[in-house]
Structures are given as C-alpha cells and as structure tokens.
C-alpha cells in the first residue's frame, strides 16, 4: 500500500476523486482515505498545515495501515532561481530549518535523538516519480527540501534557509513525515509543485501547483506502485 499525505484538501481532491471503493475515517480531526487508485491500494490523507499535523498524520497512518511506503505530496515555496511557479522539486532529502539548539553547540537543525539534519528520502520512489516527471514535460528540480512551522515570504529568511542548508525549496510538512517515517523504517519520498517565487503570488497559484504535483502522484501509483 501507498500512503500519500497533503497538507490541504486541493492538494488531496485530485488524487481521492481518482480513486474507487473509498471508505473515509476521521481519527483525531485528520481525515484518511482507503481505497484503490489504478487498482493499487492507496491512503490519501489531508493532514492540516504545519510539522505537528503532519507528524501525527504519519505516525497514525503508519500504526493503522501499514503502508509500505508514504509520499508527500503538494506545494512549497521556491528558493532557487531555476524552480518557477509550477515547477516541481523532488526532496533528496528533508530537514527542518526552525530546529536550532546551536546555543549548546549543536549544528543548525540537529534533530535531537536521531542526531542528524537531513533524513534522506527513498532513491527508489524518486527515480520512477522523476521518470513521470519526464514523461510529463514538467521542469523539476531535485535538492534538499525545508521544512518549518512559518510560511517564508521574506527573501532574506529565504537565503538564510538556502545558503544553510543547500536547500531548493521550503514548505512546512515534509521535515516531519520524513523524521516519522525515518523512525519507523517506511520508505519515503517528498514531491512539491511551486507555488510561490520570488515576485509570486501563492493564493493566485496555489490551486493550479497541487494539481501539478496531483498528477505526477497519480502516474506514479499507476506505474509504479
């Protein structure tokens, strides 16, 4: 089974209203649903936006339904000059850019009880998603991915997290589904379509990202999982 998490209903409605034999749960306000997407089973579940949604959203779909492998999926905020609005960025891997306790002599982003910055996503599910991804045309780029409870609009924050941690783009959610699955051996793999840039306007682009980063999921499962 595939797990796929969004953080908000328009990155997910693409992908449910694709799927058949769906049966919906609610556990703890985070709505999952079960059911077969190309006659794969899948979950999709819309987590709420922020690393403490998407942490308890992993952690549960992983006890529940045992996915063998979890896909984030939706929208990020560029942070190079080569990823344009509706571009995708594929996660090599995943950090957390608000974890800091440098005051005690650690790296920035040392995740505490692991000891490391960045949790690597799986090689396997990026190769055969970046496959889609040539088959679409889309432009992608692959890079680390930052993750952080704060939606960064101001271009120094944005050098900050760039220049720190060799990072492509920022969103708030794949730092933490990667630690979680990290923790509990699941394979794991971060896909964003840009909605934001420098100059950009995430709520005129927004929609439109999620249904890029929709579609590469979908040819994904159906060729793949």
Same mark, same amino acid.
């Given at each position: 089974?595939?797990?796929?998490?969004?953080?908000?209903?328009?990155?997910?409605?693409?992908?449910?209203?694709?799927?058949?034999?769906?049966?919906?749960?609610?556990?703890?306000?985070?709505?999952?649903?079960?059911?077969?997407?190309?006659?794969?089973?899948?979950?999709?579940?819309?987590?709420?936006?922020?690393?403490?949604?998407?942490?308890?959203?992993?952690?549960?779909?992983?006890?529940?339904?045992?996915?063998?492998?979890?896909?984030?999926?939706?929208?990020?905020?560029?942070?190079?000059?080569?990823?344009?609005?509706?571009?995708?960025?594929?996660?090599?891997?995943?950090?957390?850019?608000?974890?800091?306790?440098?005051?005690? $002599?650690?790296? !920035?982003?040392? #995740?505490?009880?692991? *000891?490391? +910055?960045? @949790?690597?996503?799986?090689?396997? &599910?990026?190769?055969?998603?970046?496959?889609?991804?040539?088959?679409?045309?889309?432009?992608?780029?692959?890079?680390?991915?930052?993750?952080?409870?704060?939606?960064?609009?101001?271009?120094?924050?944005?050098?900050?997290?760039?220049?720190?941690?060799?990072?492509?783009?920022?969103?708030?959610? $794949?730092?933490? !589904?990667?630690? #979680?699955?990290?923790? *509990?051996? +699941?394979? @794991?793999?971060?896909?964003?379509? &840009?909605?934001?840039?420098?100059?950009?306007?995430?709520?005129?682009?927004?929609?439109?990202?999620?249904?890029?980063?929709?579609?590469?999921?979908?040819?994904?499962?159906?060729?793949?999982?």
């Amino acid at each position: 089974m595939t797990g796929i998490i969004c953080a908000m209903t328009i990155e997910a409605e693409g992908i449910i209203s694709e799927m058949e034999n769906k049966e919906l749960t609610v556990i703890s306000g985070i709505e999952y649903t079960v059911g077969k997407l190309y006659n794969k089973d899948v979950v999709v579940a819309v987590c709420g936006v922020g690393k403490v949604f998407a942490a308890a959203c992993a952690q549960t779909m992983i006890l529940k339904y045992q996915p063998d492998e979890i896909i984030n999926v939706g929208v990020a905020g560029s942070l190079v000059a080569d990823l344009k609005v509706f571009d995708v960025a594929v996660a090599t891997s995943l950090c957390q850019h608000d974890m800091d306790t440098s005051a005690i $002599g650690d790296p !920035v982003g040392l #995740i505490s009880g692991v *000891n490391m +910055v960045k @949790f690597p996503a799986s090689e396997r &599910i990026n190769n055969a998603i970046i496959d889609c991804l040539r088959a679409s045309g889309l432009n992608y780029k692959e890079g680390t991915i930052a993750s952080g409870d704060l939606f960064v609009a101001e271009r120094e924050k944005k050098n900050w997290i760039r220049d720190t941690f060799d990072a492509v783009a920022c969103e708030m959610e $794949g730092g933490s !589904v990667a630690q #979680i699955c990290y923790i *509990n051996n +699941v394979d @794991f793999a971060v896909l964003r379509a &840009i909605s934001d840039e420098e100059g950009g306007d995430y709520a005129v682009f927004a929609k439109k990202a999620a249904e890029n980063s929709a579609m590469i999921i979908k040819e994904y499962v159906k060729n793949n999982a």
